[in-house]
């Protein structure tokens, strides 16, 4: 059974861009959820879908959004790119039995 | 408001000595609780969990934990430790209700001397 994959792995964009990533979560799993961790923060809890309806969600600007889509796969943009949302941004996938399975990461960098 | 603590920022052991990883939560009932470890530039993968029943819990590579209510700590321990399992390793917890919105420490970086 293929992991959660996200893409792209790296990403360089420049302040003021947008950017979005991408998820695809293990196959039968419904529920998606975003994390971002940096150094000086660690891992925080972005959003969390479920069946195409957030369901979650963490103590971050409005300039971060997500959405899921039919198949499951989730995507987040970031508009207005500010140096600080350089970070590894993970997505996880669950079936609902409390595990979550998280993917490899995308590393985005903002100049 | 839900809180993980892990004291300990980084740790060295000697390759074969115990190890013991030390989690600390804050929530008013039982929470499900979860230790992750991530190598350099990876993902988090699951080692265990405890959500209820036996209070030692055994996981992946060899790894075990504690759950305390009375110290409210939940420490990850390996008697033996080999130099593959230098990483970073974090602990987590959410609430009922709250799937998918772990609250995660601020993690402990564990360096294995040869």
């Known amino acids: 059974k293929a992991g959660v994959t996200q893409t792209p792995r790296y990403l360089i964009k420049t302040r003021g861009q947008q950017v979005t990533l991408s998820c695809s979560p293990i196959?039968?799993?419904?529920?998606v959820s975003w994390y971002q961790q940096t150094p000086g923060q660690g891992l925080q809890f972005l959003f969390e879908?479920?069946?195409?309806?957030?369901?979650n969600k963490g103590n971050f600007p409005g300039r971060f959004s997500g959405r899921q889509f039919s198949n499951s796969r989730s995507e987040m943009n970031v508009s207005t790119l500010e140096l600080g949302d350089s970070a590894l941004y993970l997505c996880?996938?669950?079936?609902?039995?409390?595990?979550?399975?998280f993917g490899s990461g995308t590393q985005l960098s903002v100049l | 408001a839900q809180s993980v603590t892990q004291p300990d920022i980084h740790i060295t052991v000697s390759e074969g000595a115990s190890l013991e990883l030390r989690c600390n939560y804050s929530?008013?009932?039982?929470?499900?609780l979860f230790w992750y470890v991530q190598s350099p530039g990876q993902g988090l993968q699951l080692l265990l969990k405890?959500?209820?029943?036996?209070?030692l819990v055994q996981g992946i590579k060899g790894f075990e934990a504690e759950f305390k209510r009375s110290q409210s700590s939940f420490n990850l321990r390996k008697p033996s430790v080999h130099w593959s399992d230098a990483a970073e390793y974090f602990c987590?917890?959410?609430?009922?209700?709250?799937?998918?919105?772990?609250?995660f420490g601020q993690g402990t970086t564990l360096q294995v001397k040869p």
């Open positions: 996880a996938s669950t079936t609902g039995d409390e595990k979550l399975f």
């Open positions: 196959s039968g799993h419904r529920s």
């Open positions: 879908y479920f069946s195409e309806t957030q369901r």
């Open positions: 929530y008013g009932a039982t929470p499900y």
């Open positions: 405890y959500f209820s029943g036996d209070t």
């Open positions: 987590a917890s959410y609430g009922s209700g709250n799937t998918g919105k772990l609250i």
